[in-house]
């Protein structure tokens, strides 16, 4: 497995003790979080929140995952508005192709606002991961709701 991480990557250094190997779908970290209405994706799409910083990360295909960390880097040097392609996640299992990558993303400051505007405490108590969905999404298209701890 390689990490491919825009630098400088100092701010993610904590994510890399998260259990890349295992397929997303199946993680159990305590820094892991439900966002019950966040939108719908066709990929498998989890929270994290660490020190301070929340990141979603996103299981595909490393070609696509490096397609979209490509265009994430062209709109932030255009000063687009987007969220902060921070890094990939690459050759986690030559076995599934389809999932051999994972993207991961800050949530920039628009996203940071409004995570600071929520309680804390109700954001943060234990939910459950995506359940009820093979892709872990709940099929709203809010992504302003009520994140909470993954279990």
């Given at each position: 497995m390689r990490f491919v991480f825009t630098p400088p990557a100092d701010h993610a250094a904590g994510?890399?003790?998260?259990?890349?190997?295992?397929?997303?779908?199946?993680?159990?970290?305590?820094?892991?979080?439900?966002?019950?209405?966040?939108?719908?994706?066709?990929?498998?799409?989890?929270?994290?929140?660490?020190?301070?910083v929340l990141y979603a990360l996103k299981e595909l295909n490393e070609r696509l995952a490096r397609r979209e960390y490509r265009v994430l880097r062209a709109l932030a040097d255009r000063g687009v508005p987007a969220v902060e392609a921070v890094g990939i996640a690459v050759d986690r299992d030559p076995d599934h192709p389809d999932a051999d990558a994972i993207l991961v993303e800050e949530l920039g400051q628009r996203y940071q606002s409004l995570w600071q505007e929520l309680n804390r405490e109700e954001i943060l108590r234990p939910g459950i991961s995506g359940a009820g969905s093979p892709s872990g999404c709940t099929g709203s298209t809010s992504w302003a709701s009520t994140p909470t701890r993954s279990s």
């Amino acid at each position: 497995m390689r990490f491919v991480f825009t630098p400088p990557a100092d701010h993610a250094a904590g994510l890399l003790t998260l259990p890349w190997p295992v397929p997303l779908a199946e993680w159990h970290d305590e820094r892991l979080i439900e966002i019950r209405q966040r939108g719908i994706s066709r990929h498998v799409v989890r929270f994290v929140y660490d020190d301070g910083v929340l990141y979603a990360l996103k299981e595909l295909n490393e070609r696509l995952a490096r397609r979209e960390y490509r265009v994430l880097r062209a709109l932030a040097d255009r000063g687009v508005p987007a969220v902060e392609a921070v890094g990939i996640a690459v050759d986690r299992d030559p076995d599934h192709p389809d999932a051999d990558a994972i993207l991961v993303e800050e949530l920039g400051q628009r996203y940071q606002s409004l995570w600071q505007e929520l309680n804390r405490e109700e954001i943060l108590r234990p939910g459950i991961s995506g359940a009820g969905s093979p892709s872990g999404c709940t099929g709203s298209t809010s992504w302003a709701s009520t994140p909470t701890r993954s279990s």
